[in-house]
Nanobody, 121 residues
Framework: QLQLAESGGGLVQAGDSLRLACAASGSTASSHGMGWFRQAPGKEQELVPGVSWSGKSTYYAESVKGRSAISKDTAKNMAYLQINTLKVEDTAVYYC??????????????WGQGTQVTVSS
């Protein structure tokens, strides 16, 4: 059973950069696809970026394309999300997820508890 724990959220200013981390435990995440979701109040949950188990295939939502990067560190059992040029509309709870099938777009079997990111203007 894979457990996921996010860290790195907080209050930042528009234009700043942020790096979120997802620590996997209980099993190895090396064979899993990893993804980051976010959910803002009153909005649907959105897959922001996803990466395949090999790291060779990625997906980015239009909302963050060109200013974000997802990565995996298999040796450390970690996944990361970097978002640059943050916008107020990036404010949300960010969740890390893992897919046993290994693709960058799920389906998602494991979820973290989430970390709040608040971007002030």
């Amino acid at each position: 059973q894979l457990q996921l724990a996010e860290s790195g959220g907080g209050l930042v200013q528009a234009g700043d950069s942020l790096r979120l981390a997802c620590a996997a435990s209980g099993s190895t995440a090396s064979s899993h696809g990893m993804g980051w979701f976010r959910q803002a109040p009153g909005k649907e949950q959105e897959l922001v970026p996803g990466v395949s188990w090999s790291g060779k295939s990625t997906y980015y939502a239009e909302s963050v394309k060109g200013r974000s990067a997802i990565s995996k560190d298999t040796a450390k059992n970690m996944a990361y999300l970097q978002i640059n040029t943050l916008k107020v509309e990036d404010t949300a709870v960010y969740y890390c997820a893992a897919s046993s099938l290994g693709g960058p777009r799920g389906p998602w079997d494991y979820w973290g508890q989430g970390t709040q990111v608040t971007v002030s203007s």
